[in-house]
């Protein structure tokens, strides 16, 4: 009897925090890997290697049209498919307002929004190309609805991720491509954790926030990835899915 192929899962940002924990989630449900990232990580791709995946890594910028078409035909050459493309990697940084500079802003737009755009269109292009199916996940945040001090930049992606989200969906559904999105919330990783480390006086706030009473784990963002890469999501398109411990709602509900 013939083996059948393994599914291929792609992670932007794949050697940071949340993209590795989503990819080690898509190796335990016995997808190959590919790890896209702007900065190399060795010891993660081993670790996914070790856990029985094939894993390929790209270094490529996804704010770079050419960039990421170059790695995406690396993808095709080396597995011949992908089925599932996670658009995760992002930046944000603490900026009063008034002192963003326009290059911090469009730095911003240009990886957390740009790069979005630029991956999933030509992941879908080729997709279309080849009568081919699958899902695109995007890692947005809670803070696409809640608007939050200092990340003004970074609350604008997001917000923006929700609604390439929901114009993708609409435009790719007659090809069998879904899109949706997962909007964590605070998260002892990655950014939050940098940012934790900067500003530890942070750290109380953000948990008067989080109505479940602990700072979220980048498991528990990798395990709701699990269930949009697997077949029990198959009718979702267009839509978020926030997994933030009830952040939105704690903050709609904080004394003004
Ligand atoms: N940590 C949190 O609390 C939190 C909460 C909500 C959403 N998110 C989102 O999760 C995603 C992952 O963030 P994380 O917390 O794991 O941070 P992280 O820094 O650990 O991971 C981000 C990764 O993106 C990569 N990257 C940055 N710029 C890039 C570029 N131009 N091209 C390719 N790769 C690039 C980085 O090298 C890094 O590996 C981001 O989209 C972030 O907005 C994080």
């Given amino acids: 009897m013939q083996e059948e192929a393994r599914r291929v899962g792609l992670v932007t940002g794949g050697v940071g925090d949340l993209g590795y924990a989503s990819a ?9 890997i590919v790890l896209m990232d702007i900065r190399e990580d060795n010891q993660r791709v081993e670790a996914l290697r070790e856990r029985g995946a094939r894993v390929l890594f790209l270094q490529a910028d ?17 597995f011949g ?14 900026v009063p307002f008034l002192e963003y500079t326009v290059e911090e802003w469009n730095q911003h737009m240009d990886v957390n929004l740009n790069g979005y755009f630029h991956v999933t269109q030509e992941v879908a292009k080729r997709w279309v190309a080849a009568g081919d199916k699958g899902k695109i996940i995007f890692t947005g945040s ?20 929700w609604m390439l989200a929901r114009c993708a969906a609409l435009e790719l559904a007659p090809y069998g491509i879904t899109v949706n999105a997962i909007a964590p919330g605070i998260v002892e990783a990655g ?5 934790l480390k900067d500003f530890p006086e942070f750290r109380e706030e953000f948990m008067s926030l989080i109505p479940l009473g602990r700072i979220q784990q980048a498991e528990d963002v990798a395990d709701v990835v699990g269930f949009l890469v697997s077949e ?25």
């Fill in 81 to 94: 498919r992908l089925d599932v493309c996670m658009c995760n990697a992002g930046i944000s940084m603490n």
């Fill in 24 to 32: 080690k989630k898509m190796v335990e449900m016995g997808l190959d």
């Fill in 191 to 195: 950014l939050t954790a940098r940012e």
């Fill in 62 to 78: 996804v704010s770079d049209r050419g960039a990421v078409q170059t790695a995406l035909e690396r993808v095709w050459a080396e």
């Fill in 232 to 256: 029990a999501s198959d009718y979702l398109t267009g839509t978020t899915i926030t997994c933030d411990g009830g952040c939105v709602v704690g903050a709609a509900s904080a004394p003004k």
């Fill in 142 to 161: 809670w803070v696409q609805d809640v608007p939050y001090k200092l990340i003004a930049p970074y609350c604008v992606s997001k917000a923006g991720v």
